[in-house]
C-alpha cells in the first residue's frame, strides 16, 4: 500500500511572518493528501489559497509550519534533488547560459557523470521539440519555448517525481494549449509522478488524473475530482461531454472560494491604505 | 531624419558631428590666439602648443612624472577594487547589512571626499602615499555599491532554482551568484577607475611633490603656458587611452 504512495502530505500548515506580526498569513491549513506513483494531480483553487506554498513544501523548499510532508517513505527535508525536479512559472532559466548550458548545469548541479549529462541534454531538449534552439539564450526565445526548455532541463534530471507550479501561467491561451497537448503525450511515455499547480479550470480536467480543489486562504483541500480518461490525450477530448461536464463540476466548486479570496483581497487592501 | 531608422548611416553621422565639433573648438582656439589677439599668457597659440608638446615627447621629461602618476594610479585602483569587492560580497549575504550599509555608502558617495585631502597630506605626507590613499577612498564606494547591488539581487528564482536541482554553495556562487553580479560589478570598476583617476590627477595640481598634475601646476606657476596646455593635452590623451582600455576590457568581461 505505502508502496503505491508517490508523496505523503500529513496536517501541514503553513504560516508566513511571526503570529504578532501584521504580515502574518496563513497559507496553509491542516492540509492531507496523497499522490499515487505515476499519477499527475493537478492543485486548482483562488490566488493566495496555498497550492504553491504546498508545493514548495512537498519539494523540500520550504518547511512547514506543522505537518510533515514523505517521498517515497522518508521524510522530507530540503531540496531532493535526486527524486524530485521543479518546472517553475518563469525566469527560472539562466539568462547567460544557452538553452543547452541550462539544461546540462542541472545535471552538473545534480551531480550527473559528466560523459552522460551531453546524451541526456539531447535527449530532453529532443523531447521537447527544441533540438534546432540548443544555442539559443532564453532572452531570444518566446515565452513558451522558454518554459519547453525549463521542462527539458527537469526531465534530464530523470526524477520519479515532477513539481510544476503554474509553468504556462505567463503564456497565451493557445500556447499553453498546444503545450499542454505536447505535455500529456510526453508524459504519458514516462512513469513519472507529477503536481502541477494551475489556475485554469480546462488545463487541469485535460492533463490530471485526479484535480485537488483549494478552499480560499487559509488553504486546505475542499474537494479532490477524478478525471478517469487515459493518457495521452487526444485534442478531441478538450470539446468531449466529459470534458466540459468535468469542467463545470470544477467552476461550481471554486465559484464560491474565488467569491472568498476576491473579497479577502479587497479588505487586505482597505486595510493598507488605512 | 533618414538617418534615424537607419543603424549605421547615424552612427557614422553622428561621429562626423563629433569630429566637427572638436576641430571647431580648436579653430576657435587658434583665430582667438591669432585674429582676435587673446593675451598668450591666458591662451598659447595651439601651433606653439603643439611645438612645445613634440619637445615634451623627444625630450622624455614626462617619463618620471608618469610613472610615478601611474603606479599612484594601479596601487589606489587595486586597493579601491580589493576593498569594495570583499566589502561588497560580504555585506550583500545579508539583507540586514544591505539594509544598513548601502544608504550609507550611497550617503558617502555623494559627498566631495576629495575635501579632505589636507586631512590624508596631514597623515600620509605630500608624497605619493597621500594620493594614492585619497584615491583608494574615493574609488572605494562606486565599486562596493555595485557589487553589492550584483551579489545582494539576483533573481530570488534562480538560486531556488538551482538549490533545487542540488547545488552546492560552491556552485550557487560559482554557476549563479557570481555571473549574474558580474556585469554590475564591472560597471562599478570601470566607474571607480574614471574617479580614481580624476582623484590622482587632482590632489596631485593641490598638493605634491612629483607627477603629472603637479608638474601642470608647476608650469602654470612659472607662467610657461604653451607648455603647460601641451602636458594638459598629454593627460587627456593618457587618460582617454586608459579610459577606452578599461570600457573595452568592460564590455569584454560582461560578454562571457
Known sequence: MTDDIAIRVRGVSHHFGEADEARHVRALLDTSLDVARGELLCLIGPSGCGKSTLLNVMGGLLEPTTGNVEIGGKPARGPMPRDIAFVFQENALFPWNTVFENVMLGMLFQGVAKAERETRARRSLEAVGLAGFTEHYPGQLSGGMRQRAALARALSLETGILLMDEPFGALDEQTRMILGEDLSVLLARTEKTIVFVTHSLGEAVFLADRVAVFSARPGTVKQVISVNEPHPRKPEFATSEKFTALRNQLYALLHDEIRKAVSQTASATADGAA | ?256
Open chain 2, 1 to 256: 531624419m533618414a538617418g534615424r531608422s537607419g543603424g549605421r548611416g547615424w552612427s557614422l553621422g553622428s561621429r562626423a558631428v563629433q569630429a566637427a565639433f572638436l576641430i571647431m573648438l580648436v579653430v576657435l582656439w587658434y583665430l582667438a590666439t591669432t585674429r582676435w589677439r587673446v593675451n598668450p599668457l591666458l591662451l598659447p597659440n595651439p601651433v606653439a602648443v603643439l611645438r612645445e608638446l613634440g619637445d615634451i615627447l623627444r625630450s622624455g621629461e614626462f617619463v618620471d612624472d608618469l610613472r610615478i602618476t601611474l603606479t599612484e594610479l594601479a596601487i589606489a585602483f587595486a586597493l579601491a577594487t580589493a576593498g569594495g569587492i570583499v566589502t561588497g560580497y560580504v555585506i550583500s549575504r545579508a539583507a540586514y547589512l544591505i539594509r544598513v550599509f548601502e544608504p550609507l555608502f550611497a550617503g558617502i558617495y555623494s559627498i566631495p571626499i576629495i575635501l579632505f585631502l589636507p586631512l590624508y597630506v596631514l597623515f600620509f605626507g605630500l608624497g605619493p602615499a597621500s594620493k594614492i590613499a585619497l584615491g583608494a577612498t574615493i574609488g572605494f564606494f562606486p565599486i562596493v555599491l555595485n557589487t553589492i547591488a550584483g551579489f545582494g539581487y539576483v533573481e530570488r528564482m534562480l538560486i531556488v532554482a538551482a538549490r533545487s536541482m542540488g547545488a552546492s554553495d560552491y556552485q550557487l556562487f560559482r554557476y549563479v551568484l557570481l555571473p549574474a553580479a558580474l556585469p554590475v560589478i564591472l560597471t562599478g570598476l570601470r566607474m571607480g577607475f574614471t574617479i580614481v583617476l580624476l582623484s590622482i590627477i587632482g590632489s596631485e595640481t593641490i598638493a605634491s611633490l612629483a607627477g603629472l598634475g603637479h608638474r601642470i601646476v608647476h608650469l602654470a606657476e612659472g607662467m610657461d603656458m604653451a607648455r603647460m596646455f601641451a602636458y594638459i593635452a598629454f593627460v587627456v590623451v593618457i587618460a582617454v587611452v586608459l579610459n577606452m582600455i578599461v570600457s573595452t576590457l568592460e564590455a569584454r568581461g560582461k560578454r562571457q
